[in-house]
């Protein structure tokens, strides 16, 4: 099958697109899925290169255990393992598995889920990793409610779409940071007020707020911890979901002293992956699509990732031959 594949940690370039990978057959508890679609997130360059070295601990410690790229994906199930009750062969599904830039991949049966109908299955593939980090820290985390302030900084990615739409959706007043560029993004997906990083200092405008926030779900690291804090209401959270090492130590280090601080990390389960599709479905969430590559063009994908600029998401078109 067609896959992109690395053998060991690096940069973009050692990434290879390969004809000649072995179909993947499904062990006891998993799906086979021909792949629709995949999307891109920030995660996968973090698995090319390795780094932040902790990811090792969950890809492989020398190399990648599982060549195959992509974690994000949607597509139909051609076959199912020993002991699979949930799912059969023809099924349309969402979710979240290691191997998905490639036509075929194995899924564990409870980390997919039925696909939203309201969505096609290919912009199915843009939900798992960025909206359930989106939903576990809204729901979940910050336990946002009817009224609640929160303000996501980074607001006009991946995560940050997702975060916007599923506030809005539990009834929250949501303040997003972004450039100027997204300002009529961001409001469009229910942003009641917008702040450009490129005009303001956000810090300031973040403690000159009429209100102290509930939540924070910060995905960027760029305005001080301390201030974040500050600018919490009495019973407010600050969610740090942002990938760099130095970041996630500071927060780590924090979140001992402080139950205002909490790290993200979540679990992608049928019944979360069921919970989005449920939103997606009554029309509070959309995946927002920027741009899509074929399967050939990975690197690319990885490279305009690394830009730190896609507005949503960006999708890996497979076309689903892997049956
Ligand atoms: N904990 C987890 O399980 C988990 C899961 C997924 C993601 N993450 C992490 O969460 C973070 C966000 O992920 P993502 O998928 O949303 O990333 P993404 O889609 O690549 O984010 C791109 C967005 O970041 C915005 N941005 C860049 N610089 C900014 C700045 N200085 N201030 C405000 N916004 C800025 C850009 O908007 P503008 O062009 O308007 O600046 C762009 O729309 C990453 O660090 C990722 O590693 C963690």
């Not at 629709?36 to 190399?63: E, H, K, Q, T, Y």
């Amino acid at each position: 099958m067609r896959a992109i594949v690395q053998y060991r940690y690096g940069d973009l370039d050692q990434l290879s697109y390969r004809e000649d990978v072995d179909l993947p057959s499904p062990r006891r508890g998993e799906v086979a899925i021909a792949v629709s679609a995949a999307s891109v997130n920030p995660g996968d360059r973090f698995r090319v290169s390795g780094i932040p070295r902790l990811g090792r601990l969950a890809f492989g410690l020398l190399r990648p255990k599982v060549p195959v790229l992509g974690i994000d994906v949607a597509g139909t199930v051609v076959a199912v393992g020993e002991g699979v009750t949930r799912w059969k062969i023809g099924d349309e599904v969402f979710g979240e598995t290691l191997g998905s830039f490639a036509e075929r991949v194995c899924a564990r049966e409870d980390r997919v889920a039925a696909r939203p109908r309201n969505v096609s299955l290919e912009e199915a593939a843009a939900l798992p990793v960025a909206g359930i980090t989106a939903l576990q820290a809204m729901r979940d985390v910050a336990k946002v409610g009817p009224g609640s302030r929160v303000l996501v900084n980074g607001a006009a990615g991946g995560v940050g779409s997702f975060a916007i739409q599923i506030a809005r959706a539990l009834g929250a007043e949501v303040t997003a940071v972004c450039s100027g560029r997204n300002a009529a993004l961001v409001s469009s997906l229910g942003a009641a007020h917008v702040i450009d990083y490129t005009r303001n200092d956000v810090a300031h405008a973040i403690e000159a707020g009429a209100a102290p926030y509930d939540a924070i779900l910060d995905l960027v690291g760029t305005v001080p911890l301390a201030r974040c804090i500050a600018s919490l209401s009495e019973r407010g959270v600050y969610v740090s979901s942002v990938g760099r090492t130095g970041w996630i130590l500071r927060a780590a280090l924090r979140s001992l002293v402080s139950r205002r601080v909490r790290l993200l990390v979540t679990t992608t389960s049928t019944a979360n992956l069921e919970a989005l599709a449920q939103l997606v479905d009554a029309g509070a969430v959309r995946p927002v699509i920027d741009r899509r590559f074929d399967l050939v063009h990975v690197p690319d994908a990885l490279r305009y990732s690394a830009t730190e600029r896609t507005r949503g998401k960006s999708l890996v078109t497979v076309g689903g031959a892997g049956g």
